[in-house]
């Protein structure tokens, strides 16, 4: 009796170590990266536990919200909204938010993400109602940053920051979509018509300007040919008037050869005025109507003729 007491006792004993150790192991907790644990004791908030291993009291700690502190986001439906002209869209926004408080998380609303939804609604509401469709189609950064800046400040009490907010789409009514089509395909057409205009303004202008080139370079041509042709005549004139020059100083070196001849010779002046004699005859070559000849000259004229007229009448002895 006493060993199956004792029996029942070891026994015992092991489910209490066993349901004392699976307790403990319990209690022990890891706090995964980019996670925190919100923690109660007793149904109040005790704290919050961030990355790395922890221990709880048994019985008495719980891990009321497991909390992920990564960025997030939230594609919302589309919601109707209406524009300043009276023009009835639909818009669809997505949402990056993080959360930066798990405690205000935990405790400041009751369903985050909805109340997000609710808030981005109305305020793109307030801001769609004050901008006309025009507006509305060309403004999305600055819907964007109003937003953003809006919904940034209502989520501070509950622990969420929210980083962007961006327009996915706006879709107008089909009319409207029609009445932009056409729009669009008029300015198209706008467009082609200008650039086509442009580009014969543009190909009438280049062969103008060819034109005009082309007529200046002639003229740059004919300027060059004439002054070309004006220098050669100029060279020629030169070198005709040089070859003059060089004839002309021949001739008196010539005469100056004859008289240096002369000189060293020793001519008397008999010889000297056969020279002139000659001198003259040459200046009458047939040309002058007048010549004055000096008496000196005249006389030497008259003694070479009597020596001609002896030499014709003495014959020549036979021998």
Known sequence: MIATIGGAGGTLLAVLVVIVVLIACSCVKIVPQA???????????????????????????????????????????????????????????????????PKLYTYGVENPIMAIENLTATTLRNIIGDLELDETLTSRETINTKMRATLDTATDPWGIKVNRVELKNIIPPAAIQDAME??????????????????????????????KESAILEAEAEKQAAILRAEAKKEATIREAEGQAQAIL???????????????????????????????????????????????????????????EVGKDEKPEVK
């Not at 996670?35 to 109660?40: N, R, T």
């Not at 589309?78 to 408080?101: A, E, L, S």
């Not at 086509?196 to 034109?211: H, Y």
């Not at 008397?268 to 000659?278: A, G, M, N, R, Y």
């Open 35 to 101: 996670q925190a644990y919100v923690v109660e004791r007793l149904g109040t908030y005790c704290g919050t536990w961030s990355v790395g291993l922890h221990m709880k009291m048994p019985f008495i700690d719980r891990i009321a919200k497991r909390v992920l502190l990564k960025e997030m986001v939230v594609d919302f439906a589309p919601q109707p909204v209406i524009t300043k002209d009276n023009v009835t869209m639909r818009i669809d926004t997505v949402i990056f938010y993080q959360i930066t408080d």
């Open 182 to 211: 056409k729009q669009m395909k008029a300015e198209r057409e706008k467009r082609e018509s200008i650039l086509i205009s442009q580009g014969e303004k543009e190909s009438a202008i280049l062969r103008a300007e060819g034109k």
């Open 250 to 308: 021949a001739v008196q070196q010539a005469n100056a050869d004859g008289i240096r001849f002369l000189k060293e010779a020793q001519a008397d002046d008999s010889v000297i005025q056969l020279k002139s004699l000659e001198a003259f005859a040459k200046a009458a070559d047939g040309k002058a109507t007048k010549i004055i000849i000096p008496s000196e000259i005249q006389g030497m004229a008259g003694l070479v003729k009597s020596l001609t």
